[in-house]
């Protein structure tokens, strides 16, 4: 596990439902959120060590296999509704809930269709109420970061508008085998309902599997696999073992002792700072930040569109709620897919530098204009954390999180706060000194400041560019590193292009 240092007055740890839709504007930890059994983040495993990834493949049902899968989901979702329903009948009369109670009742209501999986779905809602309990707690005592709220008791599994169950089946660690036939593809067998799907996707880790999640997420499945890395099976469920390509995380040793610097945000994705050399790196987040909006209009327009059909009583209405939600899922998939390229390759080129720490700011304010808004960053500062700390994990290098409040006023040549400092064009001006630097670079070497270290001001800038097909210099002659393939550098007229000096 990287070790993740949340910042003063909350926890950046989100452990959110499995693959859940983006956009839930989300109260951390509360109903949105998923047991930890399943995700394992955070939660040692049997041999102590604290080594586990989901791994996420794509289902490929063939037309009655899809039909079964929904079938099950749906009694699934059923039976998380219908306990919660119960619960939350209790809770309003008399404060509490009688979990061995309900649990045990619905336990045997469902358990014909369902066998031992339906104690997967009543594990995971008795975490959820106790989450909700724990964070009232601290929401009673003021301990809670102000834009969390009032958390609210778990939901239910239902899209509010159309009234659907959102459907999801839970299946115990030893209900379930892989049957991997290549690198990249296999069978999933459900052993209580007689199912052997096809899957596509490389599981990259080898160890012992948890309780699987299959979701249908914007008209596809997937299938969530937690592993327990390097951990034998239980003797029990021989078969409780998946057969990947690393026996552990830790697959490179850091190759020296420097230290990294990152400014997270959207023009610059990651600027990043060195200890040791006054050479910088820029990820330009161009290309997301144009998509995000992009698609963020698409999911407007739709809901625009489909609002008003609704309230002028047309039926199809329903229509533009589907095209919503698929435009609410591409513009996740899309963010979520540039991300994941632009840490592979942070972390590959910091690996290459001899880095064996970094410190990334966590922004204090994202944005304060919509709290819906709002959340979504911090929902997604969350993921890109813990993705990067995954991945420097692989390498050996141990990642911290700095509270930046302020990194971005102060001047991190004289280290005044300069009122106009900040000017056109995200450069920072140093009054006294008269010295231009790139603002965010400016930032990030301020949050080296913060944790005790100098680092020399940045005179060779490798800037590169997220793109669908990776990560592309924009600094042709610089921007090659060991690794990096030589391509084109983008097209002019992108807007950014040019390195800063
Ligand atoms: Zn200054």
């Known amino acids: 596990m990287p070790r993740v240092v949340p910042p003063r007055g909350g926890s950046i740890s989100s452990d959110e439902l499995v693959g859940r839709s983006p956009t839930v504007s989300t109260t951390l930890g509360t109903q949105s959120s998923f047991t930890p059994k399943s995700k394992g983040r955070g939660?040692?495993?049997?041999?102590?060590?604290?080594e586990m990834r989901t791994v996420r493949l794509r289902l490929l049902p063939n037309g009655s296999q899809e039909r079964?899968?929904?079938?099950?989901?749906?009694?699934?979702?059923?039976?998380?509704n219908e306990l919660n329903y119960a619960r939350l009948v209790q809770y309003r009369v008399s404060g509490k809930v009688d979990f061995k109670g309900t649990g045990h009742e619905f336990y045997h209501r469902y358990k014909d269709g369902l066998g031992v999986n339906a104690g997967q779905v009543i594990n995971l809602n008795n975490w959820a109420w106790k989450s909700y309990f724990e964070l009232l707690r601290l929401y009673r005592q003021g301990r809670?970061?102000?834009?969390?709220?009032?958390?609210?008791?778990?939901?239910?599994?239902?899209?509010?508008?159309?009234?659907?169950?959102?459907?999801?089946?839970?299946?115990?660690?030893?209900?379930?085998?892989?049957?991997?036939?290549?690198?990249?593809?296999?069978?999933?067998?459900l052993k209580d309902w007689g199912l052997k799907i096809k899957y596509a996707g490389r599981v990259k880790w080898s160890g012992k599997q948890g309780v699987l999640v299959i979701k249908l997420e914007g008209n596809r499945w997937f299938a969530y696999v937690p592993i327990s890395i390097g951990e034998k099976p239980a003797?029990?469920?021989?078969?409780?073992?998946?057969?990947?390509?690393y026996e552990k995380i830790r697959i490179e040793e850091p190759r020296g002792g420097n230290k990294a610097f990152i400014d997270v945000g959207l023009n610059n994705l990651f600027a990043v700072v060195f200890n040791h050399t006054d050479t910088a790196i820029l990820i330009k987040g161009s290309s997301?930040?144009?998509?995000?909006?992009?698609?963020?209009?698409?999911?407007?327009?739709?809901?625009?569109?489909?609002?008003?059909l609704r309230n002028h009583g047309f039926e199809s209405w329903r229509r533009y709620h589907a095209f919503h939600l698929h435009a609410v899922y591409k513009q996740h998939e899309r963010l979520r897919h540039y991300y994941r390229t632009a840490i592979r390759f942070l972390a590959r080129i910091m690996h290459e530098m001899g880095v064996d720490e970094v410190f990334i700011g966590y922004p204090y304010m994202l944005s304060q204009?919509?709290?819906?808004?709002?959340?979504?960053n911090v929902w997604w500062f969350?993921?890109?954390?813990?993705?990067?700390?995954?991945?420097?994990?692989?390498?050996?290098?141990?990642?911290?999180?700095?509270?930046?409040?302020?990194?971005?006023?102060?001047?991190?040549?004289?280290?005044?706060?300069?009122?106009?400092?900040?000017?056109?064009r995200g450069l920072y001006v140093c009054e006294l000194t008269g010295i231009k630097i790139n603002a965010d670079l400016n930032a990030a070497r301020n949050i080296a400041k913060r944790v005790g270290y100098e680092t020399p001001i940045p005179t060779k800038i490798l800037s590169h560019i997220v793109t669908t097909n990776g990560v592309k210099p924009l600094t042709p002659m610089e921007g090659v590193t060991v690794e990096t393939p030589t391509v084109n550098p983008a097209p002019k007229g992108r807007g950014g292009g040019h390195p800063m000096p």
Not at 43 to 50: L, T, Y
Not at 68 to 80: P, Q, S
Not at 290 to 297: D, G, H
């Open 43 to 50: 939660r040692k495993s049997r041999n102590g060590n604290d």
């Open 68 to 80: 079964k899968l929904r079938r099950i989901a749906d009694a699934v979702a059923k039976l998380w």
């Open 144 to 189: 809670l970061p102000k834009f969390m709220g009032k958390p609210s008791p778990p939901g239910f599994w239902k899209d509010r508008l159309l009234g659907r169950r959102e459907l999801r089946i839970l299946v115990r660690n030893d209900r379930y085998y892989l049957e991997p036939t290549n690198g990249g593809e296999g069978y999933i067998v």
């Open 235 to 245: 003797r029990s469920n021989p078969r409780g073992y998946v057969k990947g390509i």
């Open 288 to 308: 997301i930040k144009a998509e995000y909006y992009w698609w963020k209009r698409e999911v407007k327009t739709y809901q625009a569109i489909r609002d008003w």
């Open 369 to 376: 204009n919509n709290g819906n808004e709002y959340n979504t």
């Open 382 to 424: 969350s993921k890109i954390i813990n993705w990067l700390g995954d991945v420097l994990e692989e390498y050996g290098i141990k990642l911290h999180v700095v509270n930046e409040y302020g990194t971005s006023k102060q001047c991190s040549i004289c280290n005044a706060n300069h009122e106009n400092g900040r000017i056109k």
